[in-house]
């Protein structure tokens, strides 16, 4: 028997079943016409109707059942025995409208329009080339020009090179394409047996990857060196040449290599940082603390002190709370924008936190020296496990009301995360380290340079000369922990080790940006724009990665013997001294 799967055929030129006769065949109205999701068709061949008998039953499907002995009988038709429960009738009523666009239009006329877009755009990604002549887009799928009577597909499934010949993850571009307002597909598309076989991958292949992590959803995008799935884009019958042509602009400024030109040094090559600089081995002078800010409960405000100790885990109390939500994910400014609102203090005389929230009259006081119910828990946090102590229903309530949502607060009384000691690329630590880490998401502690906040504003200064408002950042958008100021932009990136007075830390490498730092606060409403992670884009990419501040550990956290380490205190005004040594 056969079964056709038409859902996104149906979009663009349904299957003629006269000529390719099935059994079943199934559509989807959302791929149609882009409206109502999670609706679509099953078309059923009467012959193959009584095929179709199911183990269950319930609402609407049944002519009459008893409840207490084994007796049931389902109504006759078809459609009457497969729909359970209450149909969406205004999903379905809502049909009628896109049905008049497509007549009016005609299937022919989109297969038509769709092709020709797809054919355009396809012929023009088939001749981006690098710098070195290298292609830039793999192109998935049999070649129409190839095939006799194979029509061009309104989608294109395709993968991007760089000119070294490595990958770019689908994960990157997916990113880049959602800062510009580029609506695609990506990852396996719900059809395994296709990506195994056009990305070369074997059973064994599937399986390390599984084991090694990889999942569906995640970010694990290139694993060994082979993509673990590719990009999909697709047009309908609202598609225009302007977004094929938008498109592939896209395309040819994030991933064709290209010189660069360099009026100040920091400007480098397309899609690789420069982590070298010519005075590597000098110790960079001049350059001072300028803040110190300890965020308490992550996701939430921090504040800013004069002077504050180190402990084990970096800044003592950072990031040593968080919020976990009813389904045990851990809410964060992405999911929850509310919890930019909520401002924090630790006093250390006092030994307690306050938490303040516009829509709480009431501020909320925690001791720093017990907490007020000990319910100990494990819990994961981005790969992390933690050992929890929770608070009462006060507490929780207090957060709950201050986010519009149910919460539990918990503190972190201990991380169990993997060592190691081997080093990475440029000889720094890798990232699992030996630290401990409280609720951050790698290193530490993050430090950012004014230099280079100052260089990131004259580029979106520049790039907002059309008329358009200006769009400028500062230091605090990032959420740093230390900001440093006297150094030249990017130096930072070629740090290895630095120490602050008395204290000795390491680099752990560039900090990975995100739409988090999109995200900003005026006049009590967040506020989510495409800077300054756009610009960024543009020149701080390094292998999918979109780098600005530098992560550090402190490195009295490393011997496991934390109790006994003297404690030290940052102030602002320290001599910052680094070494690329």
Same mark, same amino acid.
């Given at each position: 028997?056969?079964?056709?799967?038409?859902?996104?055929?149906? =979009?663009?030129?349904?299957?003629?079943?006269?000529?390719?006769?099935?059994?079943? /065949?199934?559509?989807?109205?959302?791929?149609? %016409?882009?409206?109502?999701?999670?609706?679509?068709?099953?078309?059923?061949?009467?012959?193959? &109707?009584?095929?179709?008998?199911?183990?269950?039953?319930?609402?609407?499907?049944?002519?009459?059942?008893?409840?207490?002995?084994?007796?049931?009988?389902?109504?006759?038709?078809?459609?009457?025995?497969?729909?359970?429960?209450?149909?969406?009738?205004?999903?379905?009523?809502?049909?009628?409208?896109? %049905?008049?666009?497509?007549?009016?239009?005609?299937?022919? &006329?989109?297969?038509?329009?769709? $092709?020709?877009?797809? !054919?355009?755009?396809?012929?023009?990604?088939?001749?981006?080339?690098?710098?070195?002549?290298?292609?830039?887009?793999?192109?998935?799928?049999?070649?129409?020009?190839?095939?006799?009577?194979?029509?061009?597909?309104?989608?294109? !499934?395709? +993968?991007?090179?760089?000119?070294?010949?490595?990958?770019?993850?689908?994960?990157? /571009?997916?990113?880049? &394409?959602?800062?510009?307002?580029?609506?695609?597909?990506?990852?396996?598309?719900?059809?395994?047996?296709?990506? &195994?076989?056009?990305?070369?991958?074997?059973?064994?292949?599937?399986? @390390? +990857?599984?084991?090694?992590?990889?999942?569906?959803?995640?970010?694990?995008?290139?694993?060994?060196?082979?993509?673990?799935?590719?990009?999909?884009? @697709?047009?309908?019958?609202?598609?225009?040449?302007?977004?094929?042509?938008?498109?592939?602009?896209?395309?040819?400024?994030?991933?064709?290599?290209?010189?660069?030109?360099?009026? +100040?040094?920091?400007?480098? *090559?397309?899609?690789?940082?420069?982590?070298?600089?010519?005075?590597?081995?000098?110790?960079?002078?001049?350059?001072?603390?300028?803040?110190?800010?300890?965020?308490?409960?992550?996701?939430?405000?921090?504040?800013?002190?004069?002077?504050?100790?180190?402990?084990?885990?970096?800044?003592?109390?950072?990031?040593?709370?968080?919020?976990?939500?009813?389904?045990?994910?851990?809410?964060?400014?992405?999911?929850?924008?509310?919890?930019?609102?909520?401002?924090?203090?630790?006093?250390?005389?006092?030994?307690?936190?306050?938490?303040?929230?516009?829509?709480?009259?009431?501020?909320?006081?925690?001791?720093?020296?017990?907490?007020?119910?000990?319910?100990?828990?494990?819990?994961?946090?981005?790969?992390?496990?933690?050992?929890?102590?929770?608070?009462?229903?006060?507490?929780?309530?207090?957060?709950?009301?201050?986010?519009?949502?149910?919460?539990?607060?918990?503190?972190?009384?201990?991380?169990?995360?993997?060592?190691?000691?081997?080093?990475?690329?440029?000889?720094?630590?890798?990232?699992? !380290?030996?630290?401990?880490?409280?609720?951050?998401?790698?290193?530490?502690?993050?430090?950012?340079?004014?230099?280079?906040?100052?260089?990131?504003?004259?580029?979106?200064? $520049? @790039?907002?000369?059309?008329?358009?408002?200006?769009?400028?950042?500062? =230091?605090?958008?990032?959420?740093?922990?230390?900001?440093?100021?006297?150094?030249?932009?990017?130096?930072?990136?070629?740090?290895?080790?630095?120490?602050?007075?008395?204290?000795?830390?390491?680099?752990?490498?560039?900090?990975?940006?995100?739409?988090?730092?999109?995200?900003?606060?005026?006049?009590?409403?967040?506020?989510?724009?495409?800077?300054?992670?756009?610009?960024?884009?543009?020149?701080?990419?390094?292998?999918?990665?979109?780098? %600005?501040?530098?992560?550090?550990?402190?490195?009295?956290?490393?011997?496991?013997?934390?109790? !006994?380490?003297?404690?030290?205190?940052?102030?602002?005004?320290?001599?910052?001294?680094? *070494?690329?040594?």
């Amino acid at each position: 028997m056969v079964l056709i799967d038409a859902a996104k055929g149906c =979009a663009t030129e349904p299957p003629n079943l006269d000529v390719y006769p099935a059994d079943f /065949v199934v559509c989807s109205f959302y791929k149609i %016409f882009g409206y109502p999701t999670g609706l679509g068709a099953l078309i059923i061949k009467n012959e193959a &109707a009584s095929l179709l008998n199911k183990t269950y039953f319930s609402g609407g499907t049944v002519a009459a059942s008893i409840a207490d002995i084994d007796f049931v009988q389902k109504r006759k038709n078809i459609e009457q025995v497969l729909e359970d429960g209450t149909i969406s009738f205004l999903s379905i009523a809502s049909l009628r409208h896109g %049905f008049k666009i497509i007549e009016m239009l005609t299937t022919s &006329a989109i297969a038509r329009h769709t $092709s020709s877009l797809a !054919t355009y755009v396809r012929k023009k990604m088939l001749d981006m080339k690098h710098r070195n002549k290298k292609n830039v887009c793999i192109i998935y799928g049999l070649e129409p020009s190839k095939v006799a009577d194979l029509k061009t597909s309104p989608t294109i !499934t395709f +993968n991007l090179k760089r000119e070294d010949g490595t990958w770019f993850g689908y994960r990157e /571009v997916e990113k880049l &394409a959602s800062l510009s307002g580029i609506h695609l597909r990506t990852g396996c598309f719900c059809n395994p047996g296709a990506c &195994a076989k056009y990305l070369g991958l074997s059973h064994s292949d599937l399986v @390390s +990857n599984f084991e090694a992590g990889h999942v569906c959803w995640d970010d694990n995008d290139v694993i060994k060196g082979k993509p673990t799935g590719a990009v999909r884009i @697709s047009f309908g019958y609202i598609s225009t040449y302007q977004d094929a042509e938008e498109f592939l602009k896209f395309l040819q400024s994030c991933f064709v290599s290209k010189p660069i030109a360099s009026s +100040n040094g920091h400007a480098l *090559s397309m899609n690789t940082l420069n982590l070298v600089d010519n005075q590597s081995q000098q110790v960079v002078p001049d350059v001072r603390l300028k803040s110190i800010i300890i965020y308490p409960v992550k996701s939430c405000q921090g504040f800013s002190v004069q002077s504050w100790p180190l402990a084990a885990g970096g800044l003592k109390y950072d990031r040593e709370w968080l919020l976990q939500g009813s389904g045990g994910e851990i809410l964060t400014q992405k999911k929850v924008p509310e919890l930019a609102s909520i401002r924090t203090l630790i006093n250390l005389e006092l030994g307690k936190l306050f938490v303040e929230s516009p829509k709480r009259k009431d501020k909320l006081q925690i001791s720093l020296l017990e907490n007020l119910i000990h319910l100990t828990a494990e819990v994961d946090v981005y790969g992390q496990r933690y050992e929890v102590e929770s608070y009462d229903e006060k507490v929780n309530t207090w957060f709950s009301e201050a986010i519009g949502r149910h919460c539990t607060f918990m503190r972190c009384s201990s991380s169990k995360n993997s060592f190691c000691t081997s080093t990475g690329k440029n000889g720094r630590l890798c990232r699992d !380290t030996r630290s401990k880490l409280n609720f951050v998401n790698e290193g530490q502690l993050l430090l950012i340079s004014e230099e280079s906040v100052s260089d990131l504003n004259s580029r979106l200064s $520049s @790039s907002n000369g059309n008329g358009k408002q200006h769009v400028l950042v500062d =230091a605090m958008r990032f959420r740093p922990n230390i900001v440093i100021s006297g150094s030249t932009p990017y130096r930072e990136d070629n740090w290895k080790r630095l120490h602050i007075g008395d204290a000795y830390f390491t680099s752990m490498g560039g900090c990975n940006r995100c739409q988090m730092i999109n995200l900003h606060q005026n006049a009590g409403q967040v506020i989510k724009s495409k800077e300054p992670l756009a610009t960024l884009a543009s020149y701080r990419r390094e292998k999918g990665k979109i780098l %600005f501040g530098v992560l550090l550990n402190y490195e009295d956290g490393l011997n496991g013997q934390e109790e !006994t380490v003297a404690e030290r205190w940052l102030q602002v005004g320290q001599e910052v001294h680094a *070494s690329t040594e």
